[in-house]
């Protein structure tokens, strides 16, 4: 028995457990006002999710009630569990399980650098303890995070093994609840996104898996409004349409709008009244084209028959995957000046048929390429300015 008043005695240097305490500098960790003073995660250097959990509900809910958008991603490993069977077959120098260690630890290290170089003004990266990362910040609008969580995943892919695939949620003031008395609040709706964005990354993950398609892909859902709640209001917090040669995988919430079964996409509704095409790929593979249009301000596409019977009504919606479609050019609008119209998602047609003739005349009429390309944008400028008008 130790006398009375005696000391511990220190750890010896030597000690095999010594080393595997990492040495705490909460410069390192990667934190910007949030959660200031937690632990970190052993393997990763991210916060821990006990300390994460404990103090990320406050930030949470003053952030929103301020006015703030609040981004909150979850990503996961692809098949770690393949990658450690494979090491641990074919590597003699590294058994599998340290094969996993080295995967998460370097994954917490490229997160850590990343995370550092964020604007952001409050935010924090965690882990639940596993093989994940949670990501939270305070934000301006929507497509600035998925931008930079896509900028996050495209890193770890160049640094790991493995690919890892993201689920994210963009909350605004019009998500809290509407009753905020007392009774911890904060915490069960912090544990409503964390399970909304959890529940996404699962089902988005099983889609990809039955459909044979790659990993480190980058889901999209909302967070659930109150029941009293109108539709959403607040557009800051939805991701515009795909563009261009991009693929955008949401998850679609059924929409009942009359007669017709709809699917709510979180994402702004196109303007004016044609819609906007886009390649719709189901979970199980299949594809079918279907016309986006604006319920509200945000995106709806139609059911499709087949589908209208499997999807509950008070289920958490289906996994998809949006690609655009380029609209069919009008007769003899050159290349350029069409990739052009794509990129701004202006529509053409908006312009009268002798103003068309007189920008195309100018078009391809230009003396040099330089002319050429400010002709160009100007046609930009006067079919954005129609279509505003």
């Known amino acids: 028995m130790d006398t009375p008043g005696t000391p511990c005695p220190k750890a010896s240097v030597t000690d095999a457990l010594a080393h595997s305490v990492p040495l705490f500098d909460p410069a390192q960790l990667p934190l910007r006002n949030w959660c200031a003073g937690s632990r970190e995660d052993p393997l990763t250097g991210l916060v821990t999710f006990p300390d994460f959990h404990s103090n990320i509900p406050r930030a949470l809910a003053a952030a929103l009630t301020d006015g703030a958008l609040v981004g909150l991603a979850i990503g996961d490993v692809d098949g770690l569990k393949d990658h450690v069977e494979r090491a641990n077959a074919t590597d003699p120098t590294c058994y599998g399980h340290l094969a996993g260690n080295r995967v998460m630890a370097r994954l917490g290290a490229v997160t850590r650098t990343w995370f550092h170089t964020q604007p952001w ?27 930079a969580v896509a900028e996050l995943r495209d890193r770890l892919a ?18 809290l609840p509407a009753e905020r008395g007392p009774g911890g609040w904060k915490h069960h709706f912090t544990d409503s996104l964390l399970a909304t964005t959890d529940r996404l990354l699962f089902a988005s993950k099983a889609a990809r898996r039955a459909s044979g398609g790659e990993g480190g892909i980058i889901a999209v859902t909302q967070p659930p409004l109150p029941v009293s ?25 059924p929409l009942g709008a009359g007669t ?55 289920g958490p919606g289906i996994p998809l995957a949006l690609q655009p479609i380029r609209e069919r050019a009008a007769h003899g609008v050159p290349d350029d000046l069409a990739a052009a119209l794509e990129r701004a998602e202006l529509d053409w047609s908006v312009l009268p048929a002798h103003e068309q003739a007189q920008m195309l005349h100018l078009i391809t009429e230009s003396a040099t390429a330089d002319i050429r390309t400010a002709r160009i944008t100007a046609v930009i400028d006067a079919v954005a300015t129609r279509t505003r008008s």
Not at 158 to 175: G, I, K, Q, W, Y
Not at 236 to 251: C, D, I, K, N, Q
Not at 283 to 293: L, S
């Open 121 to 147: 003004e409050h935010g924090c990266a965690a882990t639940f303890g596993g093989d994940e990362v949670i990501i939270a910040a305070a934000l301006d609008d929507a497509a600035a995070f998925h931008r």
């Open 158 to 175: 160049d640094e790991l093994p493995v690919r890892v695939s993201f689920a994210l949620t963009v909350a605004s003031s019009e998500h």
């Open 229 to 253: 709640t109108a539709p959403t209001r607040d557009h800051r917090s939805l991701l515009p349409l795909p563009a261009g040669v991009e693929t955008l995988h949401v998850l679609a919430r």
């Open 260 to 314: 017709r079964s709809m699917l709510l996409l979180p994402c702004a509704g196109p303007a004016g009244l044609r819609g906007k095409r886009l390649r719709v790929t189901f979970p199980d593979g299949r594809g079918r084209t279907a016309v986006a249009v604006s319920v509200h301000g945000q995106a709806a596409i139609s059911v499709p028959a087949e589908t209208t019977a499997t999807i509950a009504p008070d």
